[in-house]
């Protein structure tokens, strides 16, 4: 019930135990496997606040304790320090946040009664102010997930005092729009987990009406497709800690039964050597890149539709595109240029009116 984001190659979570409210602050070391107990965030105990890091440096605060606490503070990990910010003007208890770029939001969130709202806010450190960015058009909520790939925000699930949601949204920082995407797979769920790594979300655990949850699922932005995972192999929780450092997970503490916490701590590791997770075609539509790893070039192989042309598209892991190429019906083999590419792993899709038929890792070395 506290907060959690990661620094460079640590992570860090602020305490806030069910029923007795905290200030701690610890940092972990994944090379060591060790906790170092920090400065603490300021002089306020709370529960159920917000954290998320912008670049070399912290963010957190709000929660209650009892009331509504809208303290923002910055925190300097080679200083050790804690330093307040302005305060947030939205609704403080149990908000999701995240960040892109050089700016943080907050959305959702509450006030000390529950009661759940949708507003949006984009935080600038630089002037340190706060300003209110396009609601979420979907229902109010507290306790939903929140994280980013590339410069896109995804966030959804939670619930209001009646209904828990699976609904997931899409929210583009340039257009300052949000997208509908594919609901988040089983049960409705509130205080769940969620962390990017390699350029897909990772969702899990939570509760569903009294239910504890250890499922675990994955999300493809660029499918817009879920696919589910080995679940947590600890009791299902909710209110867990969690970041991702590198090419890893980290998922730990929460709780079940009030006043009852939970100290364990594990480590995801996504299932491809390279963290690289396995992409699925949506279609049984072939396609072979040969060689592949490629220095030089590749040749990519394709079926041919009758009476359709088709783009072969090719994308960073993050989505940037980096070569497209119309093809007409007729042929079905394509030489690629890769000397210029930068060393890494390439997205390779083929894609007719809008809808792509395959997708298929290439990596240039």
Known sequence: MGFSFSIGNKGYIGYGAPLSASNNFWEYDPLTDVWTQKADIGNILRVYGLGFSISTLGYAGLGVNPGSLNDWWEYNPIANVWIQKALFPGLPFSASG?????????????????????????????????????????????????????????????????TNFQDFWEYDVITDAWT???????????????????????????????????????????????????????????????????????????????????????????????GIPTITTTENYPISISPNPASQYAVISIQPIENKNVEILITTLDGKKVFSKQVENKTSNHTLQTSNFPKGIYLVQVISNAKVLGTKKLMVE
């Open 98 to 162: 995240f960040a892109i770029g050089s700016n943080g939001y907050v959305c959702f969130g509450g006030d000390e009664f529950g009661t759940p709202g949708n507003s949006f806010w984009k935080f600038d450190p630089l002037l340190n102010s706060w300003t209110q960015k396009s609601n979420l058009i979907a229902s109010p909520r507290t306790a939903a997930i929140a994280f980013t790939i590339s410069n896109k925000a995804y966030t959804g699930t939670g619930g209001n005092l009646t």
């Open 180 to 274: 509908q995407k594919a609901n988040v797979p089983g049960n409705t769920r509130i205080s769940s987990i969620a962390f990017a790594i390699a350029g897909c979300g990772y969702v899990g655990l939570g509760a569903n009406n009294g239910v504890w949850l250890n499922d675990f699922w994955q999300y493809q932005p660029l499918l817009n497709t879920w696919i589910q995972k080995t679940s947590f192999p600890a009791a299902g929780r909710t209110n867990a800690a969690y970041f991702s450092v590198g090419s890893k997970g980290y998922v730990g503490f929460g709780t079940q039964n009030l006043p009852a916490v939970f100290n364990d701590v594990w480590e995801y590791t996504p299932d491809s050597t390279t």
